[in-house]
């Protein structure tokens, strides 16, 4: 098991692991909340587009109109304000607090489903709120939707 989990991840760290997962498998697997999946597609500005013409601030190396699937972790996406810019609308569906931060589970028109943010301790959202999303999109992955694999480093990289 040891050996195959290595050839998985590439026996890296498990620091390594989780901040440059090796595919879609891994990326899934590391994590707790676990990250989330979205569909995609690469745009012909080179970053990447989500459903309903969504475009954030992750860029993609590979042909446009391409299938990927972006991946973000919990923990690097914020709660943005009304004029934040590359933010996203979404709706609350629920908020559970945890004594040092919370879990909001939104929806994002055109993705079937939640998106999984961590808050701050004081965050309240009521269900069906409209709120606003940002993610940096230096911690944001990006997966070719076919393979599975990574296509957010370079190749020489790993």
Known sequence: MIAGLE???????????HDSPANLFVAGFVGEPAINLLPGAAGADGRVRLPEGVRPAVPVRLAAGREVVPGVRPEDLRLAGEGAAEAVRARAGAREPLLEAGIATLALDGVAGPLVVQTGPGVRLDRDETVRVSADPRP??????????ACDED????
């Open 7 to 17: 050839a998985v991840t590439g026996g890296t760290s498990s620091y390594e692991t």
């Open 140 to 149: 944001t992955h990006v997966f070719d939707a076919e393979t599975g694999e």
């Open 155 to 158: 190749p020489g990289s790993r």
